[in-house]
């Protein structure tokens, strides 16, 4: 709306009581003039062409008493949307009566016409996908298609308040809102400072004994030894939800179990109280309104925060939107951020705990043979997988009886927690068995395994003469394989920032196009296969040969292995 020249505003007559609806009354501001009766109309000017186009509304008396309790907010934008429909709807032309735009504005208070939401989207793309939900939060009506009334009125308030509140007001406001951010963070640091005091500290001491009793009484108490050489965990289970998770007699973390357990039933029982406002079907974005922004630069469906001297991470037990209630799982706290660490809450890992077998001789002795049986099992059932740069696990007794390598080393990648584990047999030390994160395996480089003639016995040196063999690649792409008469080929694909692969067998037709065309085929192969990788209907998602924890040429050989298998 413009200011000049303002229209001419005629005074209320006798008895007619007039409500401006913006901070700033007069000119072309809308306004309301309330007769006796409690009916009234809405009056808003709408600048064109250097004029004013006078609209006149019929408004109830329940619009004015919403009107009243929200002068400069619902209302406001009610009147400026009026004045922007009248204007630019094609059926509401400023040349027809007023009483035949009124009903087009119902028509479109009603969500039936989007023409208004497709002007209102290309002049501001905060209004996108959403003015039909605002036009009925402005009549008061039941929202259809906003699944949070109180997130959506934000949007809307966030999308329409350049248009109604002055430079004073947004300032207060502004005050406000860090006022109630502070307020909020010296809230959740003074609910976390007692557990976070605890953190490092001894059983024993006098902090980690008063979180203790802030948790309850009468933990269930379980002790591990957990790798090679040995950590002696100790973990305090509370009927609350609460857990203290100590290593070698100091306190790692703490844990709130926010969804159920077999110690409590119905989750930690405190969360409201540890972060005020806060309850167990919580977003992540109430989650974030609680605690504030989380560290930056982190992937992933899980966040950290800095709390007070220690961090906060946030669990969840799938990837949702932003808005969806009832996914958080676990709240950890610990001393140390954990982005390049295992976190202490996988240490009981369903997928890869219990991996390691011990000897009964001696508590920190491992049972070589029994520790790569079910290292084995795990691949077999999904849980784990190789890393095939390293020692492969069927190798790594003939390897060590060789002598030939200094440490004979199995990398492993859990499905669940994405812990990695390093199984290692030395020379001349005992076995280690290690949890590390995906971090410390890029610090680590394989030792060279010497040539299978060298420590393989004969059925070894036969099965490595029958694998498939490399033999043409284009370095970045796709990668060819050759076993006896057949050839395979592995696709690189991508979409984005998302990786993978298809490994398929190259039909008859195929190998003959590629023995006239050479390499140029093979790239042009693997360009038809990327562009199709997302797609639902791929075709080539059926012939792909990738088996999970088996590389290339271990796919191949089971997809050849079982071909015999119906062959017989």
């Known amino acids: 709306m413009s200011r000049k020249p303002g229209p001419q505003v005629q005074p209320p007559g006798r008895g007619v009581r007039r409500l401006w609806l913006l901070p700033d009354p007069g000119e072309d501001e809308p306004f309301i003039d309330v007769r006796r009766d409690g009916h009234g109309t809405l009056n808003v000017w709408v600048a064109r062409d250097e004029q004013h186009d006078h609209f006149c509304f019929a408004v109830t008396a329940r619009h004015i008493a919403a009107a009243e309790r929200s002068a400069l ?17 094609p059926d509401a032309a400023p040349a027809r009566p007023p009483g035949e735009c009124q009903r087009l504005i119902d028509t479109i208070l009603g969500g039936t016409d989007s023409e208004v939401e497709r002007y209102l989207t290309m002049m501001n793309k905060r209004f996108l996908g959403g003015l039909r939900d605002s036009l009925a ?56 400072e007692p557990y976070n005091d605890a953190l490092l500290m001894a059983e024993c001491d006098d902090v980690v004994r008063r979180a203790i009793d802030l948790l309850g009484s009468n933990p269930v108490i379980s002790e591990f030894e957990v790798g090679a050489p040995a950590h002696h965990d100790r973990y305090l289970t509370f009927g609350s939800g609460g857990e203290i998770m100590l290593r070698d007699g100091a306190v790692t973390a703490v844990l709130f179990h926010v969804q159920p357990t077999e110690a409590a039933p119905r989750g930690f029982t405190g969360l409201s ?50 808005d969806a209630p009832g996914h958080l799982k676990l709240i950890q706290m610990t001393a140390q951020d954990t982005y390049a660490r295992t976190d202490p809450a996988d240490e009981r890992c ?23 049986t079910a290292l084995r099992d795990g691949v077999a059932v999904g849980r784990l997988r190789q890393a095939h740069n390293w020692v492969a696990l069927d190798d790594m007794l003939r390897l060590h009886d060789s002598g030939l390598m200094e440490h004979v080393v199995a990398q492993l990648g859990c499905t669940i927690c994405h812990r990695h584990i390093f199984f290692a047999l030395h020379r001349d030390a005992d076995p280690t068995f290690e949890y590390v994160s995906l971090n410390d395996t890029y610090r680590r480089t394989p030792e060279q395994v010497p040539p299978v003639e060298r420590w393989g016995d004969a059925a070894r040196i036969s099965r490595e003469a029958q694998r498939p063999e490399r033999i043409a690649t284009d370095g970045s792409t796709w990668v060819l394989f050759a076993r006896g008469k057949h050839l395979f080929m592995n696709a690189r694909c991508w979409y984005s920032a998302v990786e993978g692969s298809r490994l398929i067998r190259l039909k008859a037709a195929e190998v003959l196009r590629y023995e006239r065309e050479g390499e140029a085929y093979l790239s042009r192969l693997q360009q038809a296969i990327n562009r199709t990788w997302t797609s639902d209907d791929d075709p080539w998602r059926s012939c792909d040969l990738t088996r999970s924890g088996m590389s290339d040429e271990e796919a191949i050989e089971a997809s050849l292995a079982a071909e015999q298998d119906q062959q017989v």
């Not at 809307?156 to 963070?185: C, H, K, P, Q």
């Not at 989650?287 to 946030?314: D, H, I, M, Q, S």
């Open 73 to 89: 907010r619902r209302w406001a934008v009610f009147a400026t949307l009026f004045g922007e429909l009248a204007v630019f709807h």
């Open 137 to 192: 939060l402005l009549c008061e009506a039941d929202l259809t298609r906003s699944r949070d009334r109180e997130a959506f009125e934000k949007r809307l308030w966030f999308g329409v308040e350049s248009l109604i509140i002055n430079d004073a007001e947004r300032a207060r406001r502004a005050r406000e809102t860090e006022r109630g951010a502070a307020a909020r963070a010296t809230a959740v640091r003074q609910a976390f």
């Open 273 to 322: 109280t540890l972060i005020p406002g806060l309850s167990r079907d919580a977003s992540r974005s109430q989650v974030e309104e609680a605690l504030g922004e989380p560290v930056v630069g982190r992937t992933g469906p899980n966040a950290t925060y800095l709390v007070g001297g220690g961090f906060v991470k946030v669990f969840y037990d799938a990837w949702a939107e932003k």
């Open 350 to 372: 369903p997928g890869c705990a219990g991996m390691l077998i011990r000897t009964t001789s001696a508590s920190d002795g491992v049972d070589v043979d029994a520790t790569i």
